[in-house]
């Protein structure tokens, strides 16, 4: 299973940006998917992740400003960011909870946001 990110960059603060990561691979089903990010100094934390069915959760952080969405036909997916903050700044890691023979996590390899103010 390859889990792979784009949509990440610069952008300058109340700005926005869209990340996208899709599965390939061979697999069984594709539960869970989310999105963590690790800024310099920091440990990984969860951002927003969405179930197969379309539930969703967001860390207090992203409230009001990212939508997570995703398209089961494409294996993929989303995290709309908007009204970027430089505290918004780190590496961000898509997460696949993924059903081959038993189910397991699957990072993507990170897309760097930078946010400058």
């Known amino acids: 299973v390859q889990l792979e990110e784009s949509g990440g960059g610069l952008v300058q603060a109340g700005g926005s940006l869209r990340l996208s990561c899709a599965a390939s691979?061979?697999?069984?089903?594709?539960?869970?998917m989310g999105w963590y990010r690790q800024a310099p100094g920091n440990q990984r934390e969860l951002v927003a992740v969405?179930?197969?069915?379309?539930?969703?959760n967001l860390a207090d952080s992203a409230k009001g400003r990212f939508t997570i969405s995703r398209d089961n036909t494409k294996n993929t997916v989303y995290l709309q960011m908007n009204n970027l903050k430089p505290e918004d700044t780190a590496v961000y890691y898509c997460?696949?909870?993924?059903?081959?023979?038993?189910?397991?996590?699957?990072w993507g390899q990170g897309t760097q946001v930078t946010v400058s103010s």
């Open positions: 691979g061979i697999f069984f089903s594709i539960n869970a």
């Open positions: 997460n696949a909870r993924v059903t081959v023979f038993s189910e397991n996590d699957y």
């Open positions: 969405i179930t197969r069915a379309g539930s969703t």
